[in-house]
């Protein structure tokens, strides 16, 4: 049997270079991490600036449209108050009524660009007033500039689309005459208050007090809405739960022939 002697000096050496060399790689881990996470910072922006550049773009273009409609607007104006002239000149004081209304008619249609200084905010108001004013829904707005620079932008989006979707749908089921919608986003008592108004001929909650949609209802009997369609049930639950989140409050209740949903995050 042989037996190898082991050089300690050596020995030693090798474990020290070892251990040189282990404490190297750790730190170049550590490096590795640090650009990894400082990609994904940067790649979050980028996506973020991304984002915000796209809405901007289409802001953009929006009041571009309605400058464009404007300026049509007013070249017609004179030929407008011309042949309105011509009618009250020849007593046709029927005719003349009836055309002011129309000319009426084309002014309310003509969406006003709402600018908050929240670029966020102008997509989402203007896109969802313009989709009320297309479906003959009379509107009433206060907004203020607020941040809500608490919340993530995708929260925010969720939490303010689905209350402005939900009042337009509900509308939609109202007589004509009766369409009505009213947007208030304004500080109150340390708060951002998001209120959406939307006014009914009879009570939802009275009816479905649980705010179940159809489908909900269907697994539920006894909560139906009153005509079975899907109504305010939808996305309450995820409107509610994004709201309690950021430590706020949403409320549900109906005040003078008015169904309302009110969302407060803290400022």
Known sequence: MRFFAINRSEMGIKMKKYGSLLNEYEQLQKEYEKVLSEKAELAYSYERLREKQEKVRAQDEEIRKLHGSARMLKHDMKNHFMVMSSYLATGEYEAAALYSSE???????????VETGNSLLNHIVNEKLKMAQERGIRIKAEIENLPFDSMKSID???????????????????????????????SQRGYGMICVKNKIAESVLEKNPALLSSKESARFPGKTDADGRESHGIGIPGMREITERYHGIFDIYESEGFFCVSAYIPE
């Open 103 to 113: 000319i009426l008619d084309k002014l309310n249609a003509m969406h006003s660009y």
């Open 156 to 186: 925010f989006s969720a939490l303010l689309g689905n209350m402005m979707d939900n009042a337009i749908r509900a509308c939609g089921s109202e007589e004509e005459g009766g369409r009505e919608l009213h947007l208030f986003i304004i």
